[in-house]
């Protein structure tokens, strides 16, 4: 008898439904939100008001587009936290209804693990042990995987992240939120001519504070000489930043699997979607002997996909939550 799982996802501003058979997804839907590049970042309230009004027609379009009905879905998994507090109660309130009503199982699911986990949502799939740099707007983590229930956070950022770093730089420099898939772009047509410094971080760990600093006053210094300095040189700055903030991370995953002497290397999250980072993982798993794993563009960002596959491993343990399960926002 095959196993179906619903899955939910709303720890940010995206609302994301997707439907799982035997560890197979058969739909992955997203309703995004483009208000916030209003604001220049993500609006809490607006966000979880955005759910409210899409987290119905996503579901309903999941279920369809998986070709089953409510009736065969036998647990609803969902994101508990991290996140936005008013984003996860929409999707937890909506999960703990839903399986109340068909009366099936509720998982919880943690938004950093269903990322690491997002590899298995389609072949080639890491064996374990493996390390797992995962890189977004909120975290940057080194993650040891020993299995889908086991793993051990071996290095993180000391104060901001990559995503958090590539977002500020893109405001500094006048750009459309969210500004890593802009400075991704523009960085192609320049080069890294201007350097910006290394944090000296001990251990495993990373910052990213003081790159953002350095750059700040970096076009300070330039545009009270030279006004359109931005203008003129965009591409290259946004090919240095991003040059930059991809070696800090590739330095420190391959000082990372020089300590474990694990060589199955993986990326995750929003941040991975980035054509440096990705080429630049291929290219140092080939100089080093890794194997790499980079996830399809649909399975970076946040998606219900992921929430499914780390449901399902779950599913399979009978690790169930139960109704009085809330949300956690710093999870």
């Known amino acids: 008898m095959s196993t179906i799982i619903l899955a939910i996802e709303s720890s940010c501003d995206d609302t994301s439904a997707a439907i799982l058979r035997d560890g197979e997804i058969l739909s992955n839907c997203i309703a995004n939100q483009e208000a916030h590049r209003l604001y220049g970042g993500v609006v809490p309230e607006v966000a979880s008001r955005a759910h409210q009004l899409n987290i119905i027609p996503v579901v309903d379009l999941a279920i369809k587009e998986a070709g089953i009905n409510k009736g065969e879905i036998n647990a609803v998994a969902f994101t508990r936290g991290p996140g936005l507090m008013g984003s996860l109660m929409v999707g937890v309130s909506f999960a703990k209804a839903l399986a109340l009503s068909l009366e099936i199982p509720l998982i919880e699911v943690h938004h950093m693990r269903a990322h690491v986990l997002a590899h298995f949502a ?33 290095g993180k950022t000391i104060d901001d992240a990559a995503g958090e770093a590539f977002d500020k730089t893109g405001k500094l420099l006048g750009l459309d939120y969210p500004a890593g898939p802009i400075i991704d772009k523009l960085a192609k047509e320049g080069k890294p001519v201007f350097d910006f410094p290394e944090p000296r971080i001990p251990g495993l760990d990373f910052s990213f504070s ?36 991809v070696s800090i991370l590739l330095k420190r995953l391959r000082k990372a699997t020089r300590k474990t002497g694990i060589k199955t290397v993986a990326i995750a999250g929003g941040v991975s979607a980035n054509s440096a980072l990705r080429a630049g993982l291929e290219k140092m798993g080939q100089k080093e002997s890794w194997k790499t794993y980079i996830p399809k563009f649909e399975y970076c960002t946040d998606n219900a996909a992921m929430i499914a596959v780390a449901g399902y491993f779950k599913y399979l343990d009978g690790a169930f939550a139960d109704q009085s399960v809330e949300p956690a926002a710093r999870l």
Do not use: W
């Open 210 to 245: 003081g790159l953002k600093t350095s750059i700040l006053y970096f076009l300070k210094k330039e545009l009270k000489t030279n006004p359109d300095f931005i203008s003129e040189h965009l591409h290259d700055i946004c090919a240095s930043v991003q040059d930059r903030i």
């Open 122 to 154: 389609e072949d080639p799939k890491p064996e374990f042990p493996f390390l797992c740099l995962t890189v977004s707007g909120g975290h940057t983590q080194i993650v040891r995987v020993e299995s889908p229930s086991q793993m051990e956070v071996i």
